[in-house]
């Protein structure tokens, strides 16, 4: 049996979805920074466009000492709410001083998060396989926590369409530790079985349209292959285009692209890279930036890879924030958070 644990936990540390690391230090302020070099190419043959990164820009670290760091979501002020997902915490970045604190404690073990036009922060919470609205005071309701009466495997990461306020989140089955007995979804790694499939992962993606409490399935083509992990999302700012890769060991479950339709849903999905990965951001020449073991890893829309921000250990999720959302944060090495100066900006904030 304690073989058995460790295995199942050893392989979740590697899914980039758990960390082995159970000790926490709350980080009251700045840390010191960490220089790493940084690196990777920029092929202008291929992709049109300046460099990305800033004159002189280097990997600094904005906070150490967390259980496993994901889910960054800038607000409007440029500010980054991340998670800690082992000891149930999101905490907050303040862009103008660097200090970092406590924003929530119990938080349904939030994974990916994005905030709506609003300001209310939209939480992956898997620990009961739920979608939550989380209001600037810490106060929550759950938006859903099902499909057609069954079970979410677990939300992972999730997108909101800037133009229509849609949600779209990933729906892996990444069996956690801390699942309540009795959880239908526990089982050995690697899963087998899911609520949402007769057979195998029943790994998909779902659409929540505003103010709708009911999910729809959108990854419907027949070349969906959902006996896998689907993971990080993002989409383009006019709406029209969505981004979804999958988990796998080895960094190539690969990135698919689809187009957004009026009502909502997917069509002429195409696969975009070989590689996939954990959560993605996007930049406003329109530059994919994946997170995975490999660090940071950035795609033109082309498809050909421009830069690779190594961590020295890897990442789990990043997003544009700072005032000028020049700033690319970064949760990873996933005991900290990191962030980088870059030329481009994102387009993630509402």
Same mark, same amino acid.
């Given at each position: 049996?304690?073989?058995?644990?460790?295995?199942?936990?050893?392989?979740?540390?590697?899914?980039?979805?758990?960390?082995?690391?159970?000790?926490?230090?709350?980080? %009251?302020?700045?840390?010191?920074?960490?220089?790493?070099?940084?690196?990777?190419?920029? %092929?202008?043959?291929?992709?049109?466009?300046?460099?990305?990164?800033?004159?002189?820009?280097?990997?600094?670290?904005?906070?150490?000492?967390?259980?496993f760091?994901?889910?960054?979501?800038?607000?409007?002020?440029?500010?980054?709410?991340?998670?800690?997902?082992?000891?149930?915490?999101?905490?907050?970045w @303040?862009?103008?001083?660097?200090? !970092?604190?406590?924003?929530?404690?119990?938080? =349904?073990?939030?994974?990916?998060?994005?905030?709506?036009?609003? $300001?209310?922060?939209?939480?992956?919470?898997?620990?009961?396989?739920?979608?939550?609205?989380?209001?600037?005071?810490?106060?929550?309701?759950?938006?859903? %926590?099902?499909?057609?009466?069954?079970?979410?495997?677990?939300?992972?990461?999730?997108?909101?369409?800037?133009? @229509?306020g =849609?949600?779209?989140? @990933?729906?892996?089955?990444?069996?956690?530790?801390?699942?309540?007995?009795?959880?239908p979804?526990?089982?050995?790694?690697?899963?087998?079985?899911?609520?949402?499939?007769?057979?195998?992962?029943?790994?998909?993606?779902?659409?929540l349209?505003?103010?709708?409490?009911?999910?729809?399935?959108?990854?419907?083509?027949?070349?969906?292959?959902?006996?896998?992990?689907? %993971?990080?999302?993002? =989409?383009?700012?006019?709406?029209?285009?969505?981004?979804?890769?999958?988990?796998?060991?080895?960094?190539l $479950?690969?990135?698919?692209?689809?187009?957004?339709?009026?009502? $909502?849903t997917?069509?002429?999905?195409?696969?975009?890279?070989?590689?996939?990965?954990?959560?993605?951001?996007?930049?406003?020449?329109?530059?994919?930036?994946?997170?995975? $073991?490999?660090?940071?890893?950035?795609?033109?829309?082309?498809?050909?890879?421009?830069?690779?921000?190594?961590?020295?250990?890897?990442?789990?999720?990043?997003?544009?924030?700072?005032?000028?959302?020049?700033?690319?944060?970064?949760?990873?090495p996933?005991?900290?958070?990191?962030? !980088?100066?870059?030329?481009?900006? =994102?387009?993630?904030?509402?």
């Amino acid at each position: 049996m304690k073989k058995n644990l460790l295995l199942i936990l050893a392989a979740l540390c590697a899914a980039g979805n758990y960390s082995c690391n159970k000790t926490m230090a709350d980080t %009251n302020g700045p840390a010191a920074t960490t220089t790493i070099d940084i690196p990777g190419h920029h %092929n202008e043959e291929e992709c049109e466009g300046d460099d990305l990164l800033a004159p002189g820009a280097k990997l600094d670290t904005l906070g150490k000492g967390y259980g496993f760091t994901e889910g960054p979501a800038v607000d409007k002020h440029g500010n980054v709410f991340f998670t800690d997902q082992p000891n149930d915490k999101i905490y907050k970045w @303040t862009a103008t001083t660097g200090q !970092i604190t406590t924003f929530l404690t119990g938080t =349904g073990r939030s994974n990916g998060m994005a905030f709506d036009k609003d $300001g209310n922060l939209i939480a992956c919470a898997d620990l009961h396989g739920e979608l939550w609205k989380i209001r600037p005071n810490g106060t929550h309701e759950v938006l859903v %926590n099902n499909y057609k009466g069954k079970l979410l495997n677990g939300p992972n990461d999730v997108w909101i369409n800037p133009k @229509t306020g =849609g949600m779209y989140i @990933t729906d892996p089955i990444f069996p956690r530790p801390y699942w309540e007995p009795g959880d239908p979804r526990i089982q050995a790694w690697p899963p087998t079985h899911s609520e949402q499939a007769a057979t195998g992962k029943g790994g998909h993606v779902y659409y929540l349209a505003p103010g709708s409490h009911t999910l729809v399935r959108v990854t419907t083509s027949a070349e969906w292959d959902a006996d896998s992990w689907p %993971n990080g999302v993002v =989409g383009t700012p006019d709406g029209k285009k969505l981004y979804v890769n999958k988990w796998a060991g080895d960094n190539l $479950g690969g990135t698919w692209v689809f187009d957004i339709n009026p009502d $909502g849903t997917l069509s002429n999905m195409h696969k975009f890279i070989n590689m996939g990965g954990d959560g993605m951001s996007m930049d406003n020449k329109g530059n994919i930036y994946i997170s995975n $073991g490999l660090g940071v890893n950035v795609f033109c829309p082309q498809g050909d890879q421009v830069l690779t921000i190594a961590t020295g250990g890897g990442a789990t999720n990043n997003v544009f924030a700072g005032p000028n959302e020049k700033t690319l944060f970064i949760t990873g090495p996933v005991d900290r958070v990191t962030a !980088i100066r870059m030329k481009v900006k =994102g387009v993630e904030k509402f």
